[in-house]
């Protein structure tokens, strides 16, 4: 595990430097960087958004299926996880680009703070670091915005709580671009977009908290990855249409009238008939 690791920073370090080679500067680097990684891992983006747009779809039916089997939970469990396989969904993927960034997250946090010991000796990368060039408007990236704050007062601090409010903002059109309704109203049409919804609003309030106190050049990765992400949102609205379509255009399971409300069945009209000729006589 620990060679994998090291395996890991030593990687991307090397893209870093071959990046800072192209354009000599730290911070086109670490855009550079994260729009590569963004687009290796759109497959996966694009594979988990249809999955979780056929589980809005098919929601209605799984509330047909907790009503027929509210007593059962076995059998319902079962048969939800029937109903998944068969619509291609996975409940657990919703948030599987995310998690296979987070290596990266935490690998360049390590390289952007002990940057000498994974950049290639020799490259212009590291005999730039070398002399303390590791600036980006006016941030140094290696260093975290409550650290400048702490420490140099707030003047100093202000790039660097920009970029933290870019982080928030960029999260949160993200969001807005991933949720929107085919009417562009982003209120949720069932309990299952509701809660996406919900974790969807705390998501850029989560990223702005560890961008206080994560290095300024990892919180350029999350603004660039946001901005990025949003971009994919449009492309796949514009290849499957918005979110909701599918669930709006497919009408909802019929439930079954309860007992009270059934037809009853017509007698025939020739026993009716033998009745009156029984009371005629």
Known sequence: MGALWNGLLELLASVLSVFYDVIPNLGISIILLTLLVNALVFPLTLKQTRSTRAMQVIQPEVERLRKEHKEEPEVLNQEIMKLYKERGVNPAGCFLPLLVQMPIWFALFRVLREPLEFVPAGSGLADALANGSQ????????????AVLS???F????????????????GVLQQRVSMASPSGNSTPSNPQAEQMQRIGKIMPLFFGVISYIWPAGLNLYFATSNLF????????????GPPGAQAEAEPAPKEPPPESEKPKPSRPQGSAKKRKRRRRN
């Open 135 to 146: 600036g980006f408007l006016g941030m140094d990236l290696a260093v975290a915005p409550s």
């Open 151 to 153: 420490e140099q007062g």
């Open 155 to 170: 003047g100093a601090a202000i790039p660097y709580l920009l970029l933290v409010g870019v982080v928030v903002a960029t």
């Open 229 to 240: 992400r949003s971009g994919q949102m449009v492309l796949i609205n514009r290849i499957d």
